[in-house]
T-cell receptor, first 112, second 116 residues
């Protein structure tokens, strides 16, 4: 079983929809949680970063971490066609020396 | 904004050729990484470095080698390319930190390699 699970999708939504993407993980030692967005044929770019449990908002994006359930999510409000990409969750432990464990990514398609 | 560069962006090469994929970052980050990613698939760590003259193999076995002679430069070399090496190669870097954004990795645009 993988340490980090993520539904590969694809997830298709109409423009303007609220999108919820999530990951589950098995290692309770994970402390740092990130979301990356990867456009086709490009490198991942950091979207959101959170430490431990709680919520973090940045514009149309909100990241949530529920460590008790080992579940993280990112919400996209007012989704746009330009949000169409693969979204990767990543996480690491406090003493892991910046080694990240990635989910497999969820492909999102926002249709105009 | 991350400043990490990879060249070439695309490379088509014949079997048996030696190739070097370049990666440079201007952020002064200590740590650098190479990942391999097939289309629509997961990222797999193949090499990493914690600083000059430090290199380690990652989770995925790879026939490639790396070197870290300068902080900003982390090239990956394949001595004899094979069709099985066809993939996208992503370079990343991160700052040594005790928390905060220092734990995050910043990625380059990737090199798409096709070995015929």
């Amino acid at each position: 079983q993988k340490e980090v699970e993520q539904d590969p999708g694809p997830l298709s939504v109409p423009e303007g929809a609220i999108v919820s993407l999530n990951c589950t993980y098995s290692n309770s030692a994970f402390q740092y949680f990130m979301w990356y967005r990867q456009y086709s044929r490009k490198g991942p770019e950091l979207l959101m970063y959170t430490y431990s449990s709680g919520n973090k908002e940045d514009g149309r994006f909100t990241a949530q971490v529920d460590k008790s359930s080992k579940y993280i999510s990112v919400f996209i409000r007012d989704s746009q066609p330009s949000d169409s990409a693969t979204y990767l969750c990543a996480m690491n432990r406090n003493n892991a020396g910046n080694m990240l464990t990635f989910g497999g990514g969820t492909r999102l398609m926002v249709k105009p | 904004e991350a400043d990490i560069y990879q060249t070439p962006r695309y490379l088509v090469i014949g079997t048996g050729k030696k190739i070097t994929l370049e990666c440079s970052q201007t952020m002064g980050h200590d740590k650098m990484y190479w990942y391999q990613q097939d289309p629509g698939m997961e990222l797999h760590l193949i090499h990493y470095s914690y600083g000059v003259n430090s290199t380690e193999k990652g989770d995925l076995s790879s026939e490639s080698t790396v070197s870290r002679i300068r902080t900003e430069h982390f090239p990956l070399t394949l001595e004899s390319a094979r069709p099985s090496h066809t993939s996208q190669y992503l370079c990343a870097s991160s700052e040594s930190g005790r928390g905060g954004r220092g734990e995050t990795q910043y990625f380059g645009p990737g090199t798409r390699l096709l070995v015929l």
